[in-house]
């Protein structure tokens, strides 16, 4: 058989499946994204050679408040109450097009697909930890890119716990207010089954305005996966805390523990609220003690606070100022990464602020 009639027969068996799958799925498949970009100032940056202050730094940050990204997820019907799902999302820097807040990959954020229903839901692929989302949903700043729970996981870990691949998970149903979660992450090294291997696991209650929520990490180095920034940091991971809503006021508090294999053993204690002071005006502030266990004289104090108004339901700017003060060997930064240097600071205190605008599609 020629080339040209594989090609062919290739086509016609591919449109055939198309049909067929067309034909027969009721579901809808929906393109979701932020834009983000505004500028950032510094009054110190870490020079890592000398371990000195590497000057200030005034630039674009790609994601002031949230990461600039862009995705395709979709469902499909199955019957009996049972759904296909998938998602697709990667990380982008506005600022010169390039990819940014994920892992290094086109999809470095999450590449999933799974099953729903009322037995819960599985999901295999790349996603996010429940360590990671309990993080997240504890963070009065709510993830911010500035100045939030943010820049001190990403100073401990980098991105190991958020960008999981190699992952399947099961999420339950809610339960009487509760709720679990738990993945598991295969290192995919031949004979070593520990190489790179990472699990974790979350349990969260909500009653009324309450809300509690705890969960675990832990990671093996090694394993198959090559991420940019490396994602294979080992570390055991602890986060435990509680949200209360009442009107347009949320206030948050939370233990975080950090345990580097070969490093620090961070234990984070923070808290902050978050209050709708108008429906368009956003306001919120938290502050946060890390300290090694291991090392009493290294700890730092870091605060922040944050305005976003919304001009649309899609767009809105915001105006954000942190400080950060670290003593002995504490390095930490108040933005993950909005220059090669923005994720440490050095001794002493740094104060930031950044300006920038929002949009949501």
Not at 26 to 55: E, F, H
Request: aromatic share 12%.
């Amino acid at each position: 058989m020629n080339r040209r009639c594989v090609v062919g027969t290739a086509t016609a068996v591919a449109s055939s499946l198309f049909l067929a799958v067309s034909a027969h799925a009721q579901g809808s498949v929906t393109l979701y994204g932020i834009a983000d970009t505004g500028l950032l100032y510094l009054s110190k940056t870490l020079n890592t050679t000398t371990g000195g202050d590497g000057g200030k730094f005034v630039g674009m940050q790609n994601g002031g408040v949230a990461p600039s990204i862009f995705g395709l997820t979709g469902t499909e019907d199955l019957g009996g109450g049972l759904q296909a799902i998938f998602k697709l999302e990667s990380g982008i820097g506005p600022s010169n097009g390039g990819f940014n807040n994920g892992n290094g990959n086109l999809f470095g954020r999450e590449a999933y697909v799974g099953l729903k229903g009322n037995f819960g839901e599985v999901k295999a692929g790349l996603q996010f930890s429940p360590f990671f989302l309990s993080a997240w949903a504890l963070d009065p700043r709510l993830f911010s890119e500035f100045g939030s729970i943010l820049a001190i996981y990403s100073n401990n870990v980098s991105v190991t716990g958020s960008f999981n691949s190699n992952a399947i998970s099961y999420t339950s149903p809610v339960l009487g207010g509760l709720q679990g979660s738990a993945m598991f992450s295969f290192g995919g090294v031949a004979g070593n089954f520990q190489s790179g291997r990472q699990y974790s696991a979350r349990l969260k209650y909500e009653w009324g305005g309450l809300t509690l929520d705890a969960a675990f990490y832990d990671s093996n180095a090694g394993g198959s996966v090559v991420t940019v920034p490396a994602g294979n940091v080992p570390f055991v991971g602890r986060v435990i805390g509680a949200a209360y809503k009442f009107g347009p006021v949320t206030a948050k508090a939370s233990f975080e523990s950090f345990k580097v294999e070969g490093g620090p053993t961070n234990n984070v204690y923070g808290g902050g609220v978050d209050y709708f002071a108008l429906p368009q005006l956003d306001l919120n502030a938290g502050i946060w003690y890390v300290s090694d266990r291991n090392d009493t004289s290294s700890h730092s104090l870091m605060g922040a606070m944050g305005a976003t108004y919304f001009l649309s339901k899609r767009t809105g700017l915001y105006a954000q100022v942190g400080v950060v003060d670290n003593h002995g060997k504490a390095n930490l930064g108040l933005t993950p990464g909005a220059a090669p240097t923005s994720l440490f600071a050095p001794a002493g205190t740094t104060t930031g602020a950044t300006i920038g605008i929002m949009h949501m599609f």
